[in-house]
């Protein structure tokens, strides 16, 4: 899902406990064999108001992209998140968050806002958003889904 304010919403159910799935999504030097996009961040331990790096793979060369970015959120087990400049003035706040469903399942939710105070920014990121940005996240979440099943299977 997409909202008015470039905002991308993306959810899967995993059949996992929080603290499986934490351990899947921030072990970093593992995250490449699994992950088509995200694929690592350093420093590898997190912290409210630290800088960090992310490493995606760009989709069309397939080389590793860098950007920095200040750590927003972070609730060991539970979410973390950053704010950092992605193309010009256009500003990215990326959230990863769990959920405990009390089902023996976790939620997994991805949410990305894009920002720019020039509106034809904010036109381009929509459009950008619409077209390919909520399909990268479904098929993370998808990934992070099936390796953590993988790891973590329900007798």
């Known amino acids: 899902m997409i909202d008015e304010n470039n905002t991308v919403f993306t959810e899967v159910e995993i059949n996992a406990t929080p603290e499986q799935v934490w351990s899947v999504l921030t072990d970093w030097e593992k995250l490449p ?3 088509s ?3 690592g961040i350093s420093p590898e331990g997190l912290s409210k108001g630290e800088v960090s790096k992310a490493f995606f793979k760009n989709p069309i060369t397939g080389k590793n992209v860098e950007f ?3 750590i927003t959120e972070y609730e060991e087990g539970k979410k973390f998140g950053w704010s950092g400049i992605v193309m010009g003035s256009i500003k990215d ?7 405990d469903t009390g089902r023996g399942t976790t939620l997994f939710r ?7 105070e020039h509106s034809s920014h904010s036109r381009f990121m929509n ?3 619409k077209h390919g940005m909520a399909d990268n996240y479904k098929k993370f979440n998808q990934e992070l889904k099936e390796r953590v ?3 973590y299977p329900k007798s």
């Open 127 to 129: 459009f950008i958003s």
């Open 33 to 35: 064999r699994w992950s």
């Open 37 to 39: 996009s995200l694929q």
């Open 93 to 99: 706040h990326h959230i990863y968050s769990l959920e």
């Open 68 to 70: 920095e970015h200040e």
């Open 149 to 151: 099943e993988e790891l």
């Open 110 to 116: 991805q949410e990305d806002g894009f920002h720019s």
